[in-house]
């Protein structure tokens, strides 16, 4: 039963509540028993043990509450509710990446749908499902699953993560052994108007193994994703998402990462939309000569209902000569609100780390705001890291050069916007797939240029 | 064809007049040539004739082929017929220099009711257009004026200009920053769009401009109004004199 080992969980928890780590921040307060109670695990399969230790952590944490300092400026309310207000739902599903060659594989409402996937083959590489690697035992998933997120979990906690370790039936396991022939596309799909979506995938690139990760579309009324990547050494994943939420919409994902020596981990995430978005990106840089791009553009109209995207990024370097760039764009309007937390840590011995951080927001009406809380804590003495972030408005003086050359205002500004989140989207390096970011981008910006509150309709 | 009457305008954010009634002719196929010096407001009446924000008004006014342009947003009046080469050109970073040209030509013609260009037809336009400026591929695929040399910009604005085909260019101090060699590039690609249905507003300090693209007539401005008109001699008398002695013979 599964209530008797979340019970049994939550004894466990008491027992040794007094002695959580003093430098987890935010992670003291007694779980409300409401929620937690009512969570249900899977139980046996090989990640067993991985899924009774998160929620043991989960339990010791508790979930958030509005003045945890990672819970200021985006209030958990909606994450905590025991459910999901159901959405409208259209019929309108993704169509982005849908002419590339990719192995493609469809989620619908978080369940993976293998009638309407590709088989799960491809030269260099394994993929199943999480029911299926979890049914054999001593499957390597176990060694991986809910690991790199314990790890996650300090200094900052994040319990909504170890909620998805300990809960998650469905997602993807990945292992990529060389380099991968073509992408990999996740697509989701809703259909369910009050799917509360909870999806863990775990990928392990081997040691000089490719892989490119495609993600599209949105599942439910609110998703909580957790994508664990672990690479070994000159190991490469690029990774290109594109979140799409209805207005009303609630969507909380984390990645965590660890990069080890020469590899590479590069992520780019496209939002669009969603009442309430939340993405925690954090990475672990554990050997010398490993990179971590992490970049996201997000466009946000209030029109329909309210809009507040927060990125919560975190990245560690931990070995010699590491190089981290997190890259953020965000262009508000209508109300709207985004929120930017990104760190730089930097441990004794991380010699000539160098890292980059930047934040920006344009603004296109009063209305909208943007919260920024860029940190660096750095000990180590030869490196090199710069921060920045900026708010700010159309530039009018380029807003009249393009009118002036007989460009309509509304193109004129939604040129603008595409030169302002072009920084972003560089990060994405495959041309083509950059195109069809940028294709989409152009396309919501066109349908939003001229909505006003409580008029506008979601792209 | 440009008809500007008793023209005066003032700061919209500050009470600060600037010009003060500016009366100006120019037919169709004519040059003309305003120069006068800092402060005079021979940028600020380059900017209210296209449509910047930030004037206000108070009298007067202005006319391109007899229609009332002041009441025009900036893109009508381009697509009217009237283009202003900026004396700064802007930096768009993100956005190609091709997809620029093709979205300003095309959104012309489509507000004349005119059909767009194909990619082909534009392509072979904009390459043959640049290589008489000297802008090679590179600069093309470049984002707008982005590391683009002073002389580069500029050059990039006239190509605007040859690409739009304008009734009525106004050049805005288009000589500073250029060396001896982009000037006369730049010359020659204005004196190549010269002809009877196109007319030049060319606003300078300097008379050297002048010697390439030759003026029909030239008018002095000073304090927010033009105090003296005359052929390209006047231009002459500035380089030798200075604006000084012209400008206390006139009492201004």
């Known amino acids: 039963m599964a209530d008797t080992a979340i019970r049994a969980a939550e004894r466990t928890a008491q027992v040794t509540r007094d002695e959580v780590t003093p430098d987890v921040i935010g992670g003291q307060q007694p779980a409300p028993a409401g929620r937690l109670a009512t969570l249900e695990a899977p139980q046996g399969g090989c990640t067993a043990g991985a899924r009774r230790d998160a929620m043991q952590r989960l339990v010791q944490m508790g979930l958030p509450k509005p003045r945890d300092e990672y819970w200021r400026y985006t209030d958990p309310k909606l994450f905590n509710a025991d459910a999901p207000a159901p959405i409208e739902i259209d019929d309108r599903d993704p169509q982005m990446f849908s002419t590339m060659n990719r192995v493609k594989l469809v989620f619908v409402d978080g369940a993976f749908d293998a009638d309407a996937s590709d088989p799960l083959e491809l030269a260099g590489v394994t993929i199943e499902t999480l029911e299926q690697a979890d049914a054999q035992p001593g499957h390597w998933v176990a060694g991986v699953y809910g690991t790199l997120e314990a790890a996650g979990q300090k200094p900052v906690a994040r319990p909504f993560a170890a909620l998805n370790s300990a809960t998650a039936r469905q997602g993807l396991v990945i292992r990529v052994t060389g380099e991968a022939p073509k992408p990999v596309h996740i697509i989701h799909l809703r259909r369910d108007p009050a799917a509360d979506a909870v999806l863990h995938h775990v990928l392990k690139l081997d040691e000089g193994a490719d892989l490119t990760l495609l993600e599209t579309g949105m599942s439910g009324a609110r998703t909580n994703d957790v994508i664990e990547v672990d690479l070994a050494p000159r190991a490469r994943l690029h990774h290109v998402a594109s979140v799409r939420g209805n207005p009303d919409r609630v969507g909380l994902r984390h990645m965590f990462g660890r990069v080890d020596e020469e590899a590479s981990l590069k992520s780019f995430i496209l939002s669009l939309n969603g009442s309430q978005m939340r993405h925690e990106t954090v990475i672990d840089i554990v050997g010398d000569d490993a990179v971590a791009h992490v970049a996201g553009a997000v466009l946000g109209d209030g029109a329909a209902g309210p809009f507040h995207h927060d990125d919560t990024i975190f990245i560690t370097h931990g070995a010699e000569r590491g190089e981290s760039r997190q890259v953020y764009k965000k262009v508000l309007k209508n109300g709207a609100v985004g929120v930017f937390q990104g760190k730089i840590l930097v441990k004794p011995g991380a010699q000539k780390t160098d890292g980059y951080q930047i934040s920006q927001a344009l603004l296109l009406d009063e209305d909208s705001q943007f919260l920024a809380k860029p940190e660096l804590e750095i000990y180590a003495d030869d490196v090199k890291c710069s921060h920045g972030s900026t708010t700010g408005a159309l530039d009018p003086v380029a807003l009249y050069y393009l009118r002036s050359r007989g460009v309509p205002k509304e193109r004129a500004v939604v040129m603008l916007v595409l030169s302002f989140v072009a920084d972003a989207l560089a990060e994405v390096e495959d041309d083509e797939l950059r195109a069809e970011i940028s294709d989409r981008l152009e396309l919501w910006l066109n349908r939003h240029a001229v909505s006003a509150p409580k008029t506008g309709g979601a792209a | ?252």
Do not use: W
């Open chain 2, 1 to 252: 064809m440009l008809e500007v009457t008793n023209l005066q305008v003032k700061l919209e954010e500050e009470d600060k007049q600037i010009l003060k009634g500016v009366t100006l002719t120019i037919p169709a196929g004519e040059v003309h040539a305003i120069m006068g010096p800092n402060g005079s407001g021979k940028s600020t009446l380059s900017y209210v004739l296209s449509g910047r924000d930030g004037y206000e008004v108070t009298e007067g006014g202005a006319t391109l082929d007899g229609a009332d342009i002041l009441d025009m947003e900036p893109e009508e009046r381009a697509a009217a017929g009237l283009f202003l080469a900026f004396q700064y050109p802007v930096e768009i970073p993100g956005v190609g220099n091709m997809t620029f040209l093709r979205t300003a030509v095309n959104a012309q013609r489509k507000a004349r009711g005119e059909e767009e260009l194909s990619s082909g037809d534009f392509l072979r336009l904009v390459r043959e257009k640049a290589k008489a400026l000297d802008i090679d591929a590179e600069m093309l695929k470049r984002p707008v004026n982005v590391g683009f040399s002073g002389g580069e910009k500029k050059r990039n604005e006239i190509l605007q200009m040859a690409m739009l085909e304008p009734r009525m260019c106004i050049m805005d101090e288009t000589d500073s920053g250029l060396d001896v060699d982009a000037m006369r590039l730049v010359a020659d690609g204005v004196n190549a769009l010269r002809s009877p249905d196109r007319s030049f507003l060319v606003i300078t300090h300097y008379q050297r401009l002048l010697d390439h693209i030759r003026p029909d007539v030239v008018h002095i401005m000073s304090d927010g109004r033009i105090v003296r008109t005359g052929g390209p001699e006047l231009a002459l008398e500035v380089e030798q004199n200075g604006y000084g002695d012209l400008l206390s013979e006139e009492g201004a």
